[in-house]
């Protein structure tokens, strides 16, 4: 079984430049639901103490499919595109 989170996104990926914050949850719409824990194929959100959180690395990893938003029912979660020129960058696309 191919690990899509050491190998696959890994080489046909890359992130340049310095994307700034493009992703934040405000904790007092969460609902723990744990969708987002789910849906993200970087496993980038986690749970600690009953809060949800993005990893603090999630620039350098995250491959701005937006699901984290999209599956978020009450809105906890605010994604953006990063600026023009930042981010991932598919190699192979
Ligand atoms: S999907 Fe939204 S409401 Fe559900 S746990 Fe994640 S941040 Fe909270
Ligand atoms: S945009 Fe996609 S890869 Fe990035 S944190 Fe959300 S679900 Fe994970």
Redesign the pocket.
């Known amino acids: 079984m191919v690990d899509l989170d050491n190998y696959e996104y890994e080489t046909i990926s890359t992130h340049v430049g310095d994307t700034g914050d493009f992703i934040s949850?405000d904790?007092e719409?969460?609902?723990?639901?744990?969708?987002?824990?789910v849906?993200c194929i970087k496993n980038l959100?986690k749970?600690k103490d009953g809060k949800?959180y993005i990893v603090p690395e999630y620039k350098s990893k995250c491959v701005e499919c937006g699901s984290?938003a999209l599956?978020?029912?009450?809105?906890?979660?605010d994604f953006s595109y990063p600026a023009g020129g930042t981010g991932v960058v598919y190699l192979k696309g």
């Open positions: 949850i904790n719409k969460c609902n723990n639901c744990g969708r987002c824990l849906i959100w749970k949800i984290c599956v978020c029912e009450p809105g906890a979660i």
